[in-house]
């Protein structure tokens, strides 16, 4: 008795860590509701009352229920079974014994049925939060912006993917360990009620209350931490892929010791910071100790002697001594469970303050993907200079109009200026019709790729006129093609899929053809056919993947396409055929280029 007696009291002493931490918490998450943080995602999460993820919360509602009753059952039969057993009541013993096996297979029902909803609420919130946020990432240059026009958001993949996750995770435990909990304290302190009293579940609880509100305040930096912990975990992650995605030059360089000294100082800043978590979280497991576990065991002591050290208590004046002793057991057990679903609401006290976090960062996220499909971006603005002079126009981005229109480009006042503020060009004024083909030339840094990102709508329009045809119009061959994931089809049809390249009415006989004239057809029979699956940045070489560039180019056959140094590494002869090709199929060309070999191919050369 004096076992339990001690078990009784150190599980309830669960109680200090309490629910005012969890009250607390959900009060600091109540006000960054009102700035619309987690609401926002919720409604993201469930939209609705008819889909799925609210259905699946009704079954984990409905099975947590379904286990606090079938909790409290257990409790009351187990007691009976043992009193049976004390008292040698074989006929009250079966009877008790035969319940609990009729039980056994609803139970199990029950506890995998909460397991299986949790475990698919999880999942669906994710799908929901991953496909909303990509959907937006992946809407018109948002991923371009994000990562170059934009410094709000520094590693982006970490966001979407990890704390993504991460979110989704606490947002269902969350549900789980606070609505049960809950719910057990309630019917446990009604239970407790008519065994030891109110006056019991009301001390303990009063503890808490004071208990739970200095933990909650001493917890405060968990939420800090954790968002600085994810941060710097997405920047450990961004150098070791950065030396993943350029090793060949890293290697040629013989980079290797300086790449060293740049990932382990970005891991030594990722380590000190965990380090001091941990440091934090010792002083916390200190301060736990002493007022969670050892100061109230002795309000656990109080609240389960009372009843029975009362010589005067009604409820004992004519019970007997296995009456006393079924009572206290069935009493002490309810208190465990009770002192139980406390401790989880104090995990869930801390699971708030660390899902704060996560809710920070995923609505920045939201909130920088909403300003950028608005057109809106913050960068800071480090020059407003453009080659030492001071300029003479203040320009703010988004005040330039673009005007689509088939078959020119026209610029009328545009001033050439770059994210950061750096004026380039104060004022261009040119048009080029379908049938001219413009060489541009420059040194370095004059500004050739800024007049064609502003050209393909990767940089805002920082004022003037801009007339252009539609997007899917105007095509760009870069000097590094890029070889998308997929078969050697895809490589030539990209961004096209299958599906889209038959419902234009092109067979795979047209693009053996497209592939001769940029003579690469041996590539079929060398890879297997147009089904090939391969890394196709690292089978094919240089001047193979420009060809495959090329044959997009006339795969898509758009009416102006930019070609930027994209024949750098193709023999001139080659490179002629092309060029010719395109005159051919009426693609307009801008190119940049210092090959004197193609300026027979231009009717401008600037």
């Known amino acids: 008795m004096a076992a339990l007696s001690k078990l009784t009291a150190r599980k309830s002493v669960v109680i200090t860590g309490g629910v005012v931490a969890a009250f607390v918490a959900y009060k600091n998450l109540v006000a960054k509701r009102r700035k619309g943080r987690l609401w926002r995602i919720l409604k993201v999460l469930i939209p609705g009352w008819f889909t799925a993820e609210a259905w699946f919360m009704i079954l984990v509602a409905a099975s947590l229920i379904l286990r606090t009753y079938a909790d409290v059952w257990m409790i009351q039969n187990g007691t009976a079974i043992e009193s049976a057993i004390i008292g040698r009541d074989m006929s009250l013993f079966k009877v008790h014994l035969f319940k609990f096996i009729y039980a056994m297979p609803m139970i199990s029902v029950i506890n995998n049925s909460l397991k299986y909803g949790l475990n698919e609420l999880k999942l669906r919130f994710r799908t929901r939060l991953t496909r909303y946020l990509f959907d937006k990432y992946l809407k018109g240059f948002t991923y371009y912006k994000m990562s170059n026009l934009d410094n709000r958001i520094a590693n982006a993949d970490q966001l979407l993917t990890q704390d993504v996750d991460k979110f989704c995770d606490s947002m269902a435990e969350l549900y789980s360990n606070l609505s049960k909990p809950l719910l057990d304290i309630c019917l446990y302190t009604s239970k407790l009620a008519s065994s030891i009293g109110f006056q019991g579940p009301v001390i303990m609880l009063g503890y808490l209350a004071v208990s739970g509100a200095i933990l909650t305040r001493l917890r405060r930096p968990v939420g800090r931490y954790t968002v600085k912990e994810q941060k710097l975990e997405g920047e450990y992650r961004f150098v070791n892929s950065r030396l993943i995605t350029n090793s060949e030059e890293v290697a040629f360089y013989q980079g290797n010791k300086r790449e060293q000294f740049i990932i382990l100082a970005t891991f030594n800043k990722l380590v000190d910071h965990l380090r001091d978590f941990i440091f934090f979280r010792l002083q916390m497991g200190f301060v736990d100790n002493i007022i969670a576990k050892y100061i ?311």
């Open 296 to 606: 109230a065991t002795v309000f656990g002591y109080l609240v389960v002697s009372r009843p029975f050290l009362d010589l005067a208590h009604p409820r004992h004046l004519t019970s007997s001594h296995s009456e006393r002793l079924e009572d206290y057991y069935k009493s002490g057990r309810m208190l465990v469970r009770m002192a139980e679903a406390i401790g989880r609401i104090v995990l869930a006290g801390r699971e708030m303050t660390r899902l704060a976090g996560f809710t920070a960062r995923i609505t920045e996220l939201m909130h920088v993907l909403d300003d950028l499909n608005k057109g809106q971006y913050q960068r800071t603005m480090v020059s407003d200079q453009s080659n030492g002079k001071s300029a003479k126009k203040t320009f703010k981005p988004g005040d330039g109009v673009i005007k689509n229109e088939d078959y020119v480009i026209r610029f009328e006042k545009v001033p050439l200026v770059t994210p950061n503020g750096d004026v380039l060009i104060e004022e261009m004024n040119f048009e080029v019709r379908s049938g001219m083909n413009v060489l541009v030339c420059g040194p370095n840094g004059c500004g050739k790729s800024s007049l064609f990102r502003v050209l393909g709508e990767l940089w805002p329009l920082f004022g003037g006129k801009m007339t252009k045809p539609e997007k899917g119009k105007l095509f760009y061959v870069p000097q590094r093609p890029y070889m998308t994931v997929g078969t050697l089809r895809d490589q030539v049809i990209y961004p096209d899929s299958h599906n889209e390249q038959l419902k234009k009415g092109i067979q795979d006989s047209q693009l053996q053809d497209i592939l001769q004239k940029v003579q690469l057809e041996y590539i079929l029979e060398r890879e297997g056919g147009w089904d090939s699956v391969q890394d196709w940045m690292d089978v094919l070489s240089g001047g193979e993947k420009q060809r495959i560039a090329m044959a997009r180019l006339f795969y898509h056959r758009p009416q102006f396409a930019i070609l930027d140094e994209c024949t750098s590494a193709v023999s001139v002869d080659v490179e002629g055929f092309m060029y010719q090709y395109c005159r051919e199929v009426g693609i307009s060309l801008f190119t940049v280029s210092h090959r004197k070999s193609l300026w027979k191919h231009h009717e401008v050369n600037n």
